[in-house]
C-alpha cells in the first residue's frame, strides 16, 4: 500500500505559478505511475498529468499542456506538478494518485491522497 499526502496549494493571481508536491510512503514508490487529478465545485473529478514509474513518460490532458509539467524524484519519493500561467478556471482541488497502469483514467488509481486546494483569482 502507498500513502499520499499533496502540499503546495494555495491562492495564486492568475498569471502566476505553484508547485504541488505529493509525497509518498508505504510500498516501493518507484513502482506506481502517479497522477494528478482535480475537483472544481460541482464537477466531476478530471484526469490533469500523469508519469510514469521511471518518468520517461509523461501525459496531459489538452488543457494543461504547455503549461504544467509532472515530474519525479524517486529519490525522495515525490511528485510534483509545476503550474505555470494559471488561470481562474484552474481552481480546484488537486489530488495526486498511484496505480502501477500509466492510465488517465481516475477509477483505475488504487491511492489516493487528500487533495490540496488551488484557487487562481482573476
Known sequence: QVQLE??????????????????ASGDTFDSY??????????????FVAAISWG????????FVK???TIFRDNAEN???LQM????????AVYYCAADKRLT????????????????VSS
Open 104 to 119: 488517465v483514467v481516475a477509477a483505475s488509481y488504487d491511492y489516493w491522497g487528500q487533495g490540496t486546494q488551488v484557487t
Open 66 to 68: 504547455g503549461r504544467f
Open 6 to 23: 499533496e502540499s503546495g496549494g494555495g491562492l495564486v493571481q492568475a498569471g502566476g505559478s505553484l508547485r504541488l508536491s505529493c509525497a
Open 55 to 62: 518518468g520517461g513518460s509523461q501525459h496531459y490532458a489538452d
Open 84 to 91: 505555470n500561467s494559471l488561470k481562474p478556471e484552474d481552481t
Open 78 to 80: 515525490t511528485a510534483y
Open 33 to 46: 505511475t502517479m497522477g494528478w487529478f482535480r475537483q472544481a465545485p460541482g464537477k466531476e473529478r478530471e
